[in-house]
């Protein structure tokens, strides 16, 4: 599955944003779809996922209250709301797609097989 992620830009503190990850080369249905953000000289980190066939989300402690994912099936994508942003959240967003996660190895990177190239969230104080 080839994903695409879209949606990053500039924002205020306090504003919102809304990334996208669409798959082509087949559906969504049975993957367990994942949000990581990046920042130059750490490691990837665990942003939310959700699995698509039970709708059960999962949020890094960090994000939660502010971003919300979804899934969109006319779209046959992932969308993650990210509302009341920090600068702290300032990143390149990844979206990633795995269709065999158990649960445990959900907010670990090296658990996806495919990964759509990243998008610039940029937040200005």
Not at 29 to 47: A, D, M, N
Not at 67 to 87: C, G, W, Y
Not at 98 to 121: A, C, E, F, N, R
Request: proline fraction near 2%.
């Amino acid at each position: 599955v080839q994903l695409q992620a879209s949606g990053g830009g500039l924002v205020q503190a306090g504003g919102s944003l809304r990334l996208s990850c669409a798959a082509s080369g087949r559906t969504f249905r049975g993957y367990t779809v994942g949000w990581f953000r990046q920042t130059p000289g750490k490691e990837r980190e665990f942003v939310a996922a959700i699995r698509w066939n039970l709708r059960t989300t999962y949020y890094a402690d960090s994000v939660k209250g502010r971003f919300t994912i979804s899934r969109d099936d006319a779209k046959n994508a992932v969308h993650l709301q990210m509302d009341s942003l920090e600068p702290e959240d300032t990143a390149v967003y990844y979206c990633s797609a795995d269709q065999h996660l158990i649960t445990s190895s959900t907010m670990m990177p090296d658990s996806y097989d495919y990964w759509g190239l990243g998008t610039q969230v940029t937040v200005s104080s």
